[in-house]
């Protein structure tokens, strides 16, 4: 699956009986944009429609989250802040995990093809089509600890 499109939106939203509204197009396009390894909070989305004009609730940037997570559209990562945060759900073969520093929320991003080959061993043997893999590593980053905890 490569990065949605519009017209990807709008297909996968009709075929469940949704319809492309702008708001979950703008959201779309929002996530497009940013830089791979940026997370967005609902907040921080939330935010950044409200300061270009769009006139859009909370609760709306949420229900649509929900939908495009479900859809496979985003990824929905638990970090450290202890609110979700979501990215563009990229292809299987640019899937990547993350290492978050407890104390700073600093995360990091790394890519490990033995995690994705034992997840895939494991859904191929229970009959799984896997949509998603991936590991949070939680941690003290050498900035807020002297890293000899490891």
Known sequence: MAAYSEDDLKADLNARGYRLTPQRQRILEIFRAIPQGKHLSAEDLHNT?????????????????????????????????????????RPLRERHHHLV????????EFSENQIDQVGKKQANSAGYYILDCQLTLYGICPECGDGSAS
């Open 101 to 108: 520093c407890v104390y700073c929320n600093k995360t990091i």
């Open 49 to 89: 429609l409200t300061q270009s004009g769009e006139r859009i609730g909370l609760s709306t940037v949420y229900r649509t989250l929900h939908l495009m997570v479900y859809m496979g559209m985003l990824r929905e990562l638990e970090l450290a802040e202890g609110h979700k945060h979501y990215e563009l759900n």
